[in-house]
């Protein structure tokens, strides 16, 4: 489907899946590959790439996986040397690429730098060797801490710092210390999630055979209230569930996704939503490389959401941001008020004081904020 190139801009996701290897947590669609496959893989994106062709107004560009800084320079070269080919860097304003500690080295990121990436999204997950250990990262604190200080050296002054929370067997001490450690960094945006254990990983079948112990829900809780008040003390803002930035820092390519507007993914098992269809690529990566080369369709989904399907995931995605949704934009997209279809459930929350109207914004209450996967079903 092609859209007018002034249309509205749009965001590209551009998926790497390979790592170096596999965190025991991990469920994210990645392989340890060889340089072999890898190569060919750069190949079939750039082809994918080359079809998209001006007729998107791309805004922000967000390289993630896998693991992008797993590529050697020459391999990161040639991604981001294709993307500029058929995307004018004078059109980006966010240009975002995933870099793990644990692969990040100087020549990488004077690649990075050359080809106009003004974001790094650092995958620290903690500070600590102990905790590190136990997720099967492939780095330690150290190293987080260098690759953060290689980073500014080189003139990047918008960091992303990806933390996780509520992990086996850590305490609010481990917690509020790696908070402590970021704060000192001053990165310019923090992520802190809480552990999911995703079935079949190797730490969820640990948790299943009592090798390790999941924290109780209430601490998990006390975590996520701690790194709340210890940020915005830190004058961060907190502006999405599990985002907060400095002034200015909100990362533009995720808001996307938030308002459900357009995206486009590149790369195995990468996801588009244009005008209200969804689609996805083809996960696995050889079956992806042959689809590509022999010009056959890489589709692996399609979906059209029905017109209240596509209203009601836009609020739930929106009611993620602190600042909720404003009706007048709904309405502008849908043609009809939040409250015209959603009244019911809207009321029932409202009783509850798990929403609330900020003027014409519909917004999460705090009580809301940590029961929001509750709030969000009763939309569906
Ligand atoms: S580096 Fe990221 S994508 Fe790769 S295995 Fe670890 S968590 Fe998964």
């Known amino acids: 489907m092609t859209e007018n190139k002034?249309?509205?801009?749009?965001?590209?996701?551009?998926?790497?899946?390979?790592?170096?290897?596999?965190?025991?947590?991990?469920?994210?669609?990645?392989?340890?590959?060889?340089?072999?496959?890898?190569?060919?893989?750069?190949?079939?994106?750039?082809?994918?790439?080359?079809?998209?062709?001006?007729?998107?107004?791309?805004?922000?560009?967000?390289?993630?996986?896998?693991?992008?800084?797993?590529?050697?320079?020459?391999?990161?070269?040639?991604l981001l040397s294709g993307i500029v080919r058929y995307i004018p860097a004078s059109e980006i304003q966010e240009y975002t690429v995933e870099i793990n500690p644990g692969t990040v080295t100087k020549d990488k990121i004077e690649v990075?730098?050359?080809?106009?990436?003004?974001?790094?999204?650092?995958?620290?997950?903690?500070?600590?060797?102990?905790?590190?250990?136990?997720?099967g990262r492939i780095h330690s604190?150290?190293?987080?801490?260098?690759?953060?200080?290689?980073?500014?050296?080189?003139?990047?002054?918008?960091?992303?710092?990806d933390l996780i929370f509520g992990c086996p067997e850590q305490t609010f001490d481990d917690w509020e210390k790696d908070l402590k450690v970021a704060m000192e960094l001053n990165p310019e945006h923090l992520s802190a999630y809480a552990l999911t254990y995703e079935d079949e990983t190797p730490l969820a079948n640990d948790l299943k055979n009592k090798i390790v112990h999941r924290v109780e829900e209430f601490v998990e809780l006390e975590m996520y209230k701690m790194a709340i008040s210890y940020l915005t003390r830190n004058r961060y803002?907190?502006?999405?569930?599990?985002?907060?930035?400095?002034?200015?820092?909100?990362?533009?390519?995720?808001?996307?996704?938030?308002?459900?507007?357009?995206?486009?993914?590149?790369?195995?098992?990468?996801?588009?939503?244009?005008?209200?269809?969804?689609?996805?690529?083809?996960?696995?990566?050889?079956?992806?490389?042959?689809?590509?080369?022999?010009n056959t369709d890489i589709k692996s989904f399609d979906e059209c959401l029905p017109q209240n399907l596509y209203a009601a995931e836009t609020i739930i995605m929106?009611?993620?941001?602190?600042?909720?949704?404003?009706?007048?934009?709904?309405?502008?997209?849908?043609?009809?008020?939040?409250?015209?279809?959603?009244?019911?459930?809207?009321?029932?929350?409202?009783?509850?004081?798990?929403?609330?109207?900020?003027g014409d914004r519909l917004k999460l209450t705090e009580k809301g904020l940590f029961v929001a996967d509750t709030v969000m079903t009763e939309f569906l």
């Open 6 to 78: 002034n249309s509205s801009p749009h965001a590209l996701y551009i998926h790497i899946p390979f790592c170096a290897r596999k965190c025991n947590y991990c469920d994210f669609h990645s392989m340890v590959s060889e340089t072999k496959t890898i190569n060919r893989y750069l190949h079939a994106l750039e082809k994918e790439l080359q079809a998209f062709r001006g007729q998107y107004l791309i805004k922000t560009i967000y390289i993630g996986g896998g693991t992008p800084s797993v590529l050697n320079e020459s391999q990161l070269e040639k």
């Open 112 to 135: 990075l730098k050359e080809y106009f990436v003004n974001r790094i999204s650092l995958g620290v997950q903690s500070f600590q060797d102990r905790q590190l250990k136990l997720l």
């Open 141 to 161: 604190g150290e190293d987080a801490k260098n690759a953060f200080a290689l980073l500014r050296m080189h003139g990047f002054q918008n960091i992303n710092i």
């Open 237 to 294: 803002n907190h502006y999405e569930i599990s985002n907060f930035a400095k002034d200015g820092y909100e990362c533009c390519h995720n808001r996307v996704y938030w308002e459900n507007r357009g995206y486009i993914g590149i790369g195995a098992g990468a996801h588009s939503f244009l005008r209200g269809v969804r689609t996805a690529n083809e996960k696995d990566i050889l079956k992806y490389i042959h689809g590509i080369q022999e």
């Open 318 to 358: 929106s009611l993620r941001l602190r600042q909720g949704i404003l009706n007048a934009d709904f309405y502008e997209r849908f043609g009809y008020a939040i409250e015209d279809k959603f009244g019911v459930q809207i009321s029932r929350l409202q009783k509850h004081g798990l929403v609330t109207y900020e």
